[in-house]
């Protein structure tokens, strides 16, 4: 339930993105925080979009309090 949840936050994630650029953010900021830390897993928990998911994927209901573009809480 805690991985479909985060999976949940994810898709809302890419609905306010509209989709592509969910996944061009995501691209970026990984390949930033790789520069950052030199460590792919670090770098990989370091997006924003992976903070606010796994932050709050225990919540389950998160997704009905969260504000619009939530994950910008977690740059
Ligand atoms: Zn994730």
Do not use: T
């Not at 992976?50 to 969260?66: H, M, P, Q, T, V």
Request: neutral net charge; hydrophobic residues 45%; proline residues 1%.
């Amino acid at each position: 339930m805690v991985f479909i949840n985060h999976e949940r936050i994810h898709l809302r994630q890419q609905i306010e993105l509209l989709v592509i650029p969910f996944y061009v953010l995501y691209c970026v900021e990984f390949i930033v925080r790789l520069v950052q830390y030199r460590n792919w897993r670090n770098a990989y928990l370091a997006i924003s979009f992976e903070k606010e998911a796994y932050f709050n994927e225990k919540n389950l209901d998160y997704i009905e309090s969260r504000s619009f573009y939530g994950f910008k809480d977690y740059f």
